[in-house]
């Protein structure tokens, strides 16, 4: 019986490690700069912007953010997966 | 306020808990075994268990507390909303695929994979049972604030319901009934909200035509009752009614609003001077909030997008119902709280600073400002660190596994934050608010559109409490009896000897939970879990983060990052102006520390601790138990001594 971590294979790990870090990176300069503007500036959110204000633009775009960032990361390590068995199918012969 | 007791939602509630125990009862031959009990065998799909994410994360505080916050104070609730939804990231980009491959029941097997130390496993497992307790006590408020309304119990008595039931739920089949309970509970939670938006949406925004909302002429029939004693000098007129009691307006130059007063008498409670209650000569509170203007002077928008219902708030006149800062003392002792209405422009609630605890974001003191900024890291850095929250990583097959379900719990837990801000904004207009309870605007809110979905949705966060808070004592049960017991203790116990310890340790927890849940009873429920998040980010992240990413860890290290992140969090809580305010109710002047969130000081604390021990004890490492270069590496080590494991 294969190991049960045995998907995604080892040359993906790394790989989806150095994904996720850089993903990490940018939503953590998104998350401080909304932290940044509401502790230091909050008159700057209360600026109207597209019918709302930059309050909840900001606020419902990080929600948005987050998730647009997960999904492009599965699909990233699912290919870098997938191209990882290639390259092992690959090497073994 | 006396809501009283609907029998629609005891009938809906009661079928909730009678599903919910079924699926335990049948689920519980599968969880014969340890690996069946705290880890469903790591066969739960993908998806059931993203959804079950969802309903482990979105607790009272979420759903609750977040609703009344924004009710009360708006956008300030909403910031919980981003935070919490923020510490996803954390989990799925950093947290969830090593600790999938490192962990088989608890995190302290995580931290503890290429050490195997006494130390990790005690801090790691005295560490789970602090944050799960400090989660556990919201929730469990949660549940006594739901029970009073609907069933007409007592807040005691709703805190052991929940107890109770959630104890039988984790006793009979662990981590399998648990996760069902939770997919079912997120489900709902997200598909009946987003219901309730739709006809937030739908009805739109009207002026109120009530006499509670706005000016009014005060009686010219009677006489006002003389302004002796506390009410001396205060801008309130008392107006005698002649069934007890009397009608209380706010004196305004030449005109004058509705008022409301609550006196508590040792036990009793009277409302505006007549005893609480719906009988003749008693009163009950007058469900409040409501516009007192709209845009252009129209009296209804109508059905609107959600774009245009903000537009609309944040140009209409809305009235909140803040209470007097300074009670007053009535001559027979009794401590009488006024409530009185306050005409706010809708933009002002529409950015940060109006929450009491937020305030500082709009003055100049600094050490507000890092209050502010330390809740906001600590809710960042908080969710990828929670036990629950860490062991449902177990329950998928692989790591792969564990990548989709946390996507699909961030897409649902998102979808549901977004929600929040109209679920709030609704009830803060809707007109059913209790001024005097902020974690009932969700339930009051469905109230204004009939007694069905008030039944729906008061079932809903009943189910809600239920999910998280077995979440919750299985986490804590796992540490108890894999970490202490079996690890620490080295207490030889066969498998189903696991299982049994672990359903009593269950039972423990399950109890100790409902105690605290009755002495906590006044807190809101997002602010202690913001402290919960506190604890667990300056306890667990630095040691998780660093053991991935830093070849150069050590067990000393990790075990000091948990001991000192842990003990500075609680430290900090107790000596905190919060804490002096509300637990030991002494003048907040007087706290120990400059903010009362400690997250941004402990939580670097905890990584500097870690590399300086690290450093310290770089000789004491044993040789091959030094982590390898870096995570690629280590990971791709693991992995290759896992298959040459597997095919010896």
Redo the contacts between chains.
């Keep these: 019986?294969?190991?049960?971590?045995?998907?995604?294979p080892?040359?993906a790990?790394?790989?989806?490690?150095?994904i996720?870090?850089w993903?990490?990176g940018i939503?953590c300069v998104l998350?401080a700069g909304?932290?940044g503007l509401?502790?230091?500036s909050?008159t700057t959110?209360?600026q109207?912007v597209?019918?709302?204000?930059w309050?909840?633009l900001y606020?419902?775009g990080?929600?948005?953010a987050?998730?647009v960032?997960?999904?492009i990361?599965?699909f990233v390590?699912?290919r870098a997966?997938e191209h990882a068995d290639t390259r092992d199918g690959e090497d073994a012969k | 306020m006396i809501y009283g007791t609907s029998f629609t939602a005891v009938a809906v509630f009661s079928l909730f808990v009678a599903i919910v125990l079924a699926i335990s009862f049948y689920l519980g031959a599968k969880a014969k075994t340890a690996s069946g009990y705290y880890a469903a065998h790591?066969g739960i799909p993908w998806f059931v268990n993203g959804i079950a994410f969802a309903g482990d994360y979105l607790s009272a505080a979420s759903f609750l507390g977040i609703c009344g916050l924004v009710a009360f104070y708006g956008?300030d609730g909403?910031?919980y909303?981003?935070g919490y939804?923020?510490g996803?990231?954390?989990a799925?980009?950093?947290i969830a695929?090593?600790l999938?491959?490192m962990g088989r029941f608890t995190f302290a097997d995580a931290l503890d994979k290429q050490f195997n130390s006494r130390g990790i496993k005690l801090a790691a497992a005295i560490s789970t049972l602090v944050v799960s307790t400090f989660y556990l006590i919201p929730q469990m408020v949660g549940a006594g604030t739901l029970v009073q309304p609907l069933l007409g119990f007592s807040h005691e008595v709703g805190v052991l319901i929940v107890g109770i039931v959630v104890i039988v739920i984790v006793v009979t089949a662990g981590m399998v009934s648990t996760t069902w309970v939770q997919f079912i509970k997120g489900s709902l939670l997200v598909v009946f909200c987003a219901m309730l938006v739709i006809a937030i949406l739908a009805r739109g925004l009207t002026k109120a035509q009530t006499e509670w909302a706005g000016p009014v002429a005060p009686p010219t029939d009677r006489a006002p009752m003389p302004a002796t004693g506390g009410w001396a000098g205060k801008p309130y007129a008392r107006y005698p009614r002649p069934d007890g009691g009397y009608d209380l307006y706010r004196l305004e130059g030449k005109s004058a609003t509705r008022a409301q007063a609550v006196t508590k008498l040792g036990k009793a409670t009277f409302i505006n001077g007549a005893p609480l209650g719906t009988g003749p000569g008693q009163a009950s509170l007058q469900p409040v909030g409501h516009i007192q203007a709209l845009p252009n002077g129209v009296a209804s928008t109508g059905s609107v997008g959600p774009?245009?219902y903000?537009?609309a708030f944040?140009d209409s006149t809305i009235i909140l119902w803040p209470a007097e800062k300074d009670p007053i003392t009535e001559a027979d002792g009794g401590i009488t709280t006024i409530y009185f209405q306050k005409p706010t422009p809708g933009?002002n609630l529409?950015?940060?600073?109006a929450y009491p605890p937020f305030k500082g974001?709009?003055g100049d003191k600094l050490s507000d400002?890092l209050d502010?900024?330390s809740l906001?890291?600590a809710l960042?850095a908080g969710t990828a660190s929670l036990p629950h929250i860490l062991i449902r990583y177990y329950t998928v097959?692989?790591?792969?596994a564990a990548?989709?379900s946390?996507?699909v719990g961030?897409?649902s837990i998102?979808f549901f934050?977004?929600l929040t801000?109209y679920l709030g904004l609704g009830a803060m207009t809707g007109g059913t608010l209790d001024p005097t309870n902020n974690n009932m605007a969700a339930p009051l809110l469905a109230k204004s559109f009939g007694a069905l979905p008030f039944a729906v949705i008061s079932a809903i966060a009943f189910t809600t409490v239920l999910g998280t808070v077995s979440g919750l004592i299985l986490a804590a049960s796992g540490a108890v009896v894999h970490d202490l017991m079996t690890n620490v203790l080295k207490v030889n116990l066969s498998d189903r000897g696991k299982v049994t310890a672990g359903k009593v340790a269950a039972v423990i927890v399950g109890g100790v939970a409902m105690v605290l849940g009755i002495v906590f009873k006044t807190f809101n429920v997002t602010f202690l879990v913001g402290w919960a998040f506190n604890v667990a980010a300056s306890a667990n992240l630095p040691a998780l983060v660093m053991l991935l990413f830093w070849k150069r860890t050590t067990k000393q290290g990790i075990t000091a990052a948990i001991v000192v992140g842990m003990l500075s969090s609680l430290g900090w809580i107790m000596g905190s102006a919060q804490a002096y305010k509300d637990i030991y109710h002494i003048d907040p002047a007087r706290a120990h520390v400059p903010f009362s969130q400690p997250g941004l000081v402990t939580i670097p604390l905890g990584f500097v601790v870690l590399v300086v021990v690290s450093l310290m004890t770089q000789g004491r490492a044993k040789a091959g138990v030094v982590a390898p270069t870096?995570?690629?590496?280590r990971?791709?080590v693991e992995?290759?001594e896992?298959?040459e494991?597997?095919e010896a």
């Design positions: 019986m294969p190991p049960q971590d045995s998907f995604p080892p040359a790990h790394g790989r989806n490690a150095r996720g870090l993903f990490f939503y998350y909304f932290m509401a502790a230091f909050f959110l209360a109207p597209a019918g709302v204000n309050a909840i606020g419902m990080l929600i948005v987050a998730l960032l997960a999904v990361y599965m390590c699912t997966g | 790591g956008y909403f910031l909303s981003i939804l923020a996803w990231v954390v799925l980009f950093v695929e090593p999938k491959r774009v245009e903000l537009t944040a933009k529409l950015v940060p600073g974001v709009r400002k502010f900024l906001m890291i960042f097959k692989d790591q792969a990548r989709k946390t996507v961030i897409a998102g934050y977004m801000l870096n995570i690629s590496e990971l791709a992995d290759a896992s298959r494991g597997g």
